[in-house]
Nanobody
């Protein structure tokens, strides 16, 4: 079965940095668009960033643009989310996701056919 496992979450102070990882298995990693979402208590799951299957194209939500950076290593079947200048409002469970998208397609909300990891908690203190 497809499995996505996030790691790297934790507690940091405002202004600090964290790097999340997501290791994928059970799928042909190099043909999947990969992304990061997050969900805070009482909030809907929020799109953060996506990266194309070859790692050429990236896209970010306005809330994290300029602070977060998504990358992938297809040789390791792994994607990363480098998070800088963290704010208390970044506190949430962060999820890795995989999707099959065609050229020119957009992906900014969860879909029934997406694969998801279990999530990793990120807490940013004031």
């Amino acid at each position: 079965q497809v499995q996505l496992v996030e790691s790297g979450g934790g507690l940091v102070q405002a202004g600090g940095s964290l790097r999340l990882s997501c290791a994928a298995s059970g799928l042909t990693f190099s043909i999947y668009t990969m992304g990061w979402f997050r969900q805070a208590p009482g909030r809907e799951r929020e799109f953060l960033a996506r990266i194309s299957s070859r790692g050429i194209t990236t896209y970010y939500s306005d809330s994290v643009k300029g602070r977060f950076s998504i990358s992938r290593d297809n040789a390791k079947n792994t994607i990363y989310l480098q998070m800088n200048s963290l704010k208390p409002e970044d506190t949430a469970v962060y999820y890795c996701a995989a999707a099959r998208l065609g050229a020119g397609s957009t992906w900014s909300s969860p879909r029934p056919t997406d694969y998801w990891g279990q999530g990793t908690q990120v807490t940013v203190s004031s």
